[in-house]
Each structure stands twice: as structure tokens, then as C-alpha cells.
């Protein structure tokens, strides 16, 4: 069975940073692309960035360029992002996915999220 | 900037109707086109992918057309468990732009 679990979420000042762990299971994890969607509370879904099965390409929303940093441990099974100068438009759930194949950003298995408030 | 928009925001319907939940894109994108749902405090689930897909495990009464910038997303005959939130999105391009979402209500 395809598991994704995100941890690492939690209440942080603007500015600051955090970083987001997601841990892949019942699958070859260092085949698939994997992804980062968040979801602001009671909004819709937002693409955050995307990796490539061998960390070769990268791809990251405008709202977060710069600032996030999506990168992975084949050996640990682990998607990982670094959320730097974190805003308060930041909050949100955030999940982890798993790309349907290549690089194509369809998301076919989803974790429960892990939730970010940026708040002082 | 690149954006898809969904008509309509939210909608009401009735057991047993036909619905049609329209995605339009800012530019083409041929066929690069997926359809989500999303229930109260859930992940969302892939239902079609492609444009016109269906995605292994979802119930035939939902498809999916369209090419270019237009594209339907259409349940034959809604079942209690299709009330719930759509969404599209472009995929095989970044960014993976999803729609605003159309949220599907019990009339």
C-alpha cells in the first residue's frame, strides 16, 4: 500500500523558516517525480514545487521561488522542502504526492498533510 | 501569467443528474489536463487524467473531454458520494496550475 507522511509542520513567526519531511512507503520511491501542494484553510489547491526522480529538474511556483527549496533522499525514502523568509500567506496544509509518471504533475497518491501557521 | 478557471464556483444538483463542470485554460495545452476531488478534510484523488482518462478505481459515471483551452468534467448520474469539491489542473507543464475549485452541493 502507497503511503506518503508529512511531518515537520507547526507554528512559526514571519521570517523564519521550517522544513517539511515527507516519508514515502509501498512503493519505489526513488522512481517517481514527487510534489508539494498546499491548500490555505478553506481555500483551494495551490502547486507548490516538483522533483524529478534523480533530483535532475526542479520546479517551483512563482509565490515561493526564491524562498522554498524542494530536494530528496532516494536512500531514506524522504521528500524534504526548506521554507525559507516564511509568510503569513504562507499558512496552509501542506501534502506531499506522488506524480502518476515522468514529470507530468499528476498527482495519483496523496499524503494527510502537515499544517503551517506563520503567524507573530 | 498562466491561470485556469473554473465555471461554475459552486453548484447545486440532485441525486441522479447529469453535471458538467467546465475548466478553460489561459493558453492551450492540448490535452494536459486533470480532474481532482477533493471531500471535507480529505486528500483530493485523482478521477481523470490526459483530458479524457479514467483513472484506475473511478466509477465510470465520471469523464472527462476537451482539447486546447476548453474541457468538461461531466458525472452521468450523481451518486451521495460524488458531493464533494472539483478541480482542474494542468499537468506536463509547470507550474501545475490547478483551478479554483468548483464545489459540488446537495439541492
Known amino acids: 500500500e502507497v503511503q506518503l507522511v508529512e511531518s515537520g509542520g507547526g507554528l512559526v513567526q514571519p521570517g523564519r523558516s521550517l522544513r517539511l519531511s515527507c516519508a514515502a512507503s509501498g512503493f519505489t520511491f526513488g522512481d517517481y517525480a514527487t510534489h508539494w501542494v498546499r491548500q490555505a484553510p478553506g481555500k483551494g489547491l495551490e502547486w507548490v514545487s516538483g522533483i524529478s526522480w534523480n533530483s535532475g529538474s526542479t520546479a517551483y511556483a512563482d509565490s515561493v521561488k526564491g524562498r522554498f527549496t524542494i530536494s530528496r533522499d532516494n536512500a531514506k525514502n524522504t521528500l524534504y522542502l526548506q521554507m525559507n523568509s516564511l509568510r503569513t500567506e504562507d499558512t496552509a496544509l501542506y501534502y506531499c504526492?506522488?506524480?502518476?509518471?515522468?514529470?507530468?504533475?499528476?498527482?495519483?497518491?496523496w499524503g494527510q498533510g502537515t499544517l503551517v501557521t506563520v503567524s507573530s | 501569467d498562466f491561470q485556469m478557471t473554473q465555471s461554475p464556483s459552486s453548484l447545486s444538483a440532485s441525486v441522479g443528474d447529469r453535471v458538467t463542470i467546465t475548466c478553460r485554460a489561459s493558453?492551450?495545452?492540448?490535452?494536459?489536463l486533470n480532474w481532482y476531488q477533493q471531500k471535507p478534510g480529505k486528500a483530493p484523488k485523482l478521477l481523470i487524467f490526459?483530458?479524457?482518462s479514467l483513472q484506475s478505481g473511478v466509477p465510470s459515471r465520471f469523464s472527462g473531454s476537451g482539447s486546447g483551452t476548453d474541457f468538461t468534467l461531466t458525472i452521468s448520474s450523481l451518486q451521495p458520494e460524488d458531493f464533494a469539491t472539483y478541480y482542474c489542473?494542468?499537468?506536463?507543464?509547470?507550474?501545475?496550475?490547478f483551478g479554483q475549485g468548483t464545489k459540488l452541493e446537495i439541492k
Open positions: 489542473q494542468r499537468s506536463y507543464s509547470s507550474p501545475y496550475t
Open positions: 490526459a483530458a479524457s
Open positions: 493558453q492551450s495545452i492540448s490535452t494536459y
Open positions: 504526492a506522488k506524480d502518476r509518471g515522468g514529470f507530468s504533475g499528476s498527482l495519483v497518491y
